[in-house]
Nanobody
Framework: VQLQASGGGLVQAGGSLRLSCAAS????????IGWYRQAPGNQREMVAT???????DYTYSVRGRFAISRDNAENTWYLQMNSLRPEDTAVYYC?????????????????WGQGTQVTVSS
């Protein structure tokens, strides 16, 4: 599975950006999709996820400002980011989880995009 993230850039506080993640395989194959971010000196953190059933989850700091969505026909998912803040500055990575089975055991495999820089100026 290959993931290609795009859409990052430099924006002023209060502005908006939309990130895209294009997958090399059908999104129907994924147990979950999502976006993570990593700021300098910090650990990578979950920003938004969506299950195969469409359930979404967001880290507290972005609720009401960010929205994850997907286009199964295009094998692509998005992160719409509104009301951006300087603390949203980070490298954003898209993620896909594929579940496999061996006997009764389930395995989750994580795939990552290459990251796209988002910089929010004050």
């Amino acid at each position: 599975v290959q993931l290609q993230a795009s859409g990052g850039g430099l924006v002023q506080a209060g502005g908006s950006l939309r990130l895209s993640c294009a997958a090399s395989e059908s999104t129907f194959r994924f147990k979950a999709i999502g976006w993570y971010r990593q700021a300098p000196g910090n650990q990578r953190e979950m920003v938004a996820t969506m299950s195969s059933g469409g359930s979404t989850d967001y880290t507290y700091s972005v609720r009401g400002r960010f929205a994850i969505s997907r286009d199964n026909a295009e094998n692509t998912w998005y992160l719409q980011m509104n009301s951006l803040r300087p603390e949203d500055t980070a490298v954003y990575y898209c993620n896909a989880v594929v579940e496999t089975h061996k006997g009764w055991t389930r395995y989750n495999h994580d795939y990552w995009g290459q990251g796209t820089q988002v910089t929010v100026s004050s």
